[in-house]
T-cell receptor, first 114, second 112 residues
Framework: DQQVKQNSPSLSVQEGRISILNCDYTNSMFDYFLWYKKYPAEGPTFLISISSIKDKNEDGRFTVFLNKSAKHLSLHIVPSQPGDSAVYFCAASARGGGADGLTFGKGTHLIIQP | DSGVTQTPKHLITATGQRVTLRCSPRSGDLSVYWYQQSLDQGLQFLIQYYNGEERAKGNILERFSAQQFPDLHSELNLSSLELGDSALYFC???????????FGQGTRLTVV
């Protein structure tokens, strides 16, 4: 049973436009959400996170939105650049439960077209 | 460079064998996590250690075990290896408290 779902295996966006990556979760105990970016042959790199007490967090070109009632979060990248082409993983943890192992989605491969 | 070091980078071994993967966390990080990434399963959380003690267990098989030593480095031991254990194994570290964890480059294990 997948507790974190990324339903789009891939997404193609033109350079300069907005990229929107989506993530849904089922476990209501999750209270901390993260996005990671991964290039081939490298480990995932932490991008941005959001606590469940917020509904938005912004860091430069990256913004994460959280809709707790819908159990949905999204990552917006504006403007998209060629270097953004990578696999993006959504992750969640239940920090209130005392353990912070991350549950990952299966990833979305973002391709930025020139 | 994330500051998390994993060795070896690649490992090829036969079924039934036992291997040990090693991880050195970032300086100052007390939490170490192990993840398995296989083609069809994505990143699966295996186990977490915090300052030498087991903190949480995920989808870790009984044939697998881990430990964290006083110097905070960690080892993941995989025994009675099967073909299906072939995967990328990542180690991550963090200061704890659920902050973003930093990942190493992974160990690619191939069981033949």
């Amino acid at each position: 049973d997948q507790q974190v779902k990324q339903n789009s295996p891939s997404l193609s966006v033109q350079e300069g436009r907005i990229s929107i990556l989506n993530c849904d979760y089922t476990n209501s105990m999750f209270d901390y959400f993260l996005w990671y970016k991964k290039y081939p042959a490298e480990g995932p790199t932490f991008l941005i996170s959001i606590s469940s007490i917020k509904d938005k967090n912004e860091d430069g070109r990256f913004t994460v939105f959280l809709n707790k009632s819908a159990k949905h979060l999204s990552l917006h990248i504006v403007p998209s650049q060629p270097g953004d082409s990578a696999v993006y993983f959504c992750a969640a943890s239940a920090r209130g439960g005392g353990a912070d192992g991350l549950t990952f989605g299966k990833g979305t491969h973002l391709i930025i077209q020139p | 460079d994330s500051g998390v070091t994993q060795t070896p980078k690649h490992l090829i071994t036969a079924t039934g064998q036992r291997v040990t993967l090693r991880c050195s966390p970032r300086s100052g990080d007390l939490s170490v996590y192990w993840y398995q990434q296989s083609l069809d399963q994505g990143l699966q959380f295996l186990i977490q250690y915090y300052n030498g003690e087991e903190r949480a267990k995920g989808n870790i098989l009984e044939r697998f075990s881990a430990q964290q030593f006083p110097d905070l480095h960690s080892e993941l031991n995989l025994s009675s290896l099967e073909l299906g254990d072939s995967a990328l194994y990542f180690c991550a570290s963090s200061v704890g408290g659920g902050t973003g964890a930093f990942f190493g480059q992974g160990t690619r294990l191939t069981v033949v």
